[in-house]
């Protein structure tokens, strides 16, 4: 069993849209500047390459990188060279990306030629320095895997629930009070089975638990 399938957490920017983490490195005359947002999934990330290309319309090339799910999970990758000779920038930022230890980040580089060709060799340190630059000081949050489960249960149990909540790091999505309790939960997925148990042990088994997909 891996670390991450034991921890059921990782690692991912603590950075949201519109408020990227931003770093610049110079690399003879020309200027790289990385901006990083968490991105879960390949939508999130594409609209951060649509706004910063937007927003930098100016730069020679902005490039791109993004690792959408766990970390190095290459199933959920993307990148572009966006006009530099090919395999130069957005493989070689990813492949920083992939063995971070970070999960969904998506970075763009973008680049203002300074005049002077770095060559290939040049291209791939470059694009790889800024990545680096931008990860040395990203803030990051822990990302805990969940899952989404419903509990139907009498009213006579329901603030035991409650307390069973913080126990389990479990959170209330929706709640409705019809002739019994029917809440939508979601739950640490480390902890769901033992929340489970407890809810069992809570109602006397007069509970009606099930998991979903989100």
């Known amino acids: 069993m891996t670390e991450l399938s034991e921890k059921r957490s990782y690692p991912v920017p603590a950075v949201l849209p519109r408020d990227e983490h931003r770093t610049e490195i110079h690399v003879r005359r020309s200027r790289f500047l990385a901006s990083c947002v968490r991105a879960p999934d390949a939508a999130s990330a594409r609209a951060l390459v649509e706004d910063l290309s937007r927003r930098h ?14 970390p190095g999970d290459a199933g959920h990758t993307g990148s572009s060279d966006d006009g530099e000779p090919r395999g130069t920038a957005g493989r070689p930022m990813l492949n920083v990306l992939l063995h971070s230890g970070i999960g969904e980040i998506c970075i ?15 291209l791939v340190r470059a694009y790889q320095d800024a990545v680096r630059e931008n990860l040395a000081c990203l803030a990051l949050e822990e990302r805990v895997l969940s899952v989404c489960c419903s509990a139907r249960l009498g009213y006579a149990y329901l603030d035991g629930l409650y307390r069973l909540l913080p126990r389990f790091g479990a959170k209330i999505i929706t ?23 407890a809810l069992g042990d809570l109602a006397k088994g007069a509970v009606l638990f099930r998991k979903f997909p989100k």
Request: overall charge negative; charged content about 30%.
């Open 57 to 70: 319309s100016d730069a020679t090339h902005n490039c791109w990188a993004y690792v959408a799910g766990s």
């Open 175 to 197: 709640q409705e009070r019809l002739e019994e309790a029917e809440l939508r939960l979601e739950v640490p997925e480390d902890r769901c089975a033992a929340f489970e148990r």
């Open 108 to 122: 763009v580089v973008s680049r203002w030629f300074g005049g002077v060709k770095l060559g290939t060799g040049g």
